[in-house]
């Protein structure tokens, strides 16, 4: 059986919670009494602002959804079994948002049966909320969006990030970068996954690889090009979420500079 919700219903009332949630980390943006924690390695870090807004994100999915399961980056996996599956970041690019840099985001999907079937990226100091439904297309503020169309790898600018265990790892897209670098206009490293994904979504960027992404990261940004009418590839199965988001033709050209690599 298919879901019964209104999708765009859930929209709305999302579009008021990010609005309150972004307020809130606007006003403590790179200020110096943020608290500062690692967690999975040294330059992996969360501050109270991220476990707050997260808060926030949860008591909304309990009070409207309290069936709902939720997979929440900083408080893991909800009890609940349910179809329904909410997938969240409260916060994504937090190295940013520590150093006062205006790129990080809000990033929230939903997944009915495993497949996602909303996505919303917001970003709150740029004013860009990002949101997707499945089948009925991908808006950056109510307005439809779209892939960039080129074809040309050469004339193509891309995203990327790099793990938090880059130290630790060897697969740590250093290679990929070295690379790509020369087959491309340029390369971007913004900090925000979602934000990434949702700039491929509305054609800024040609394209974007990234490994070793949760699933909170990349849900909603997945989503995102898929319904602005792109493709997103997997890449590799040994670091957890490893995708390739751009065009057709584009996703194509970069795994051909990538797939020969280890
Ligand atoms: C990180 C950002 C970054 C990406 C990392 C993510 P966080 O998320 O999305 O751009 O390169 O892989 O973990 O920790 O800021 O939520
Ligand atoms: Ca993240
Ligand atoms: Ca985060």
Not at 20 to 38: H, M, P, T, Y
Not at 95 to 105: K, R, V
Not at 160 to 172: I, L, Q, R, W
Request: charged share 20%; glycine share 8%.
């Amino acid at each position: 059986m298919d879901h019964t919700i209104d999708l765009f219903g859930v929209i709305d009332r999302l579009k008021q919670l990010v609005a309150e949630i972004g307020k809130f980390q606007q006003e403590n943006l790179g200020s110096a009494k943020l608290a500062l924690a690692v967690k999975s390695t040294a330059i992996d870090i969360v501050t109270e602002i991220d476990k707050k807004s997260e808060a926030k994100l949860i008591a909304f999915v309990k009070e409207y959804y309290p069936a709902h399961a939720i997979l929440a980056e900083e408080s893991g996996r909800s009890a609940a079994q349910s179809d329904y599956l909410w997938i969240i970041d409260p916060l994504d690019g937090t190295t940013n948002y520590a150093q006062g840099l205006p790129i990080f985001s809000v990033s929230i999907a939903l997944a009915y049966r495993g497949q996602t079937i909303l996505g919303l990226v917001y970003a709150p100091v740029l004013a860009e909320l990002y949101y997707a439904v499945r089948g009925q297309g991908a808006f950056l503020n109510d307005r439809p969006i779209h892939v960039a169309a080129k074809t040309n790898l050469l004339d193509s600018v891309l995203a990327t990030g790099f793990p938090y265990d880059v130290a630790e790892h060897p697969v740590n897209n250093i290679d990929y970068f070295t690379r790509l670098l020369p087959k491309t206009r340029a390369i971007r490293r913004f900090g925000s996954a979602a934000y990434d994904l949702a700039s491929v979504a509305c054609g800024r960027f040609d394209g974007y690889w990234e490994l070793n992404l949760s699933p909170w990261d990349a849900a909603a940004g997945i989503l995102l090009v898929e319904e602005a009418g792109g493709t997103v590839q997997p890449f590799r199965q040994d670091r957890k979420v490893s995708i390739i988001a751009g065009n057709n033709t584009i996703v194509g050209q970069i795994y051909n500079e990538i797939k020969t690599l280890q």
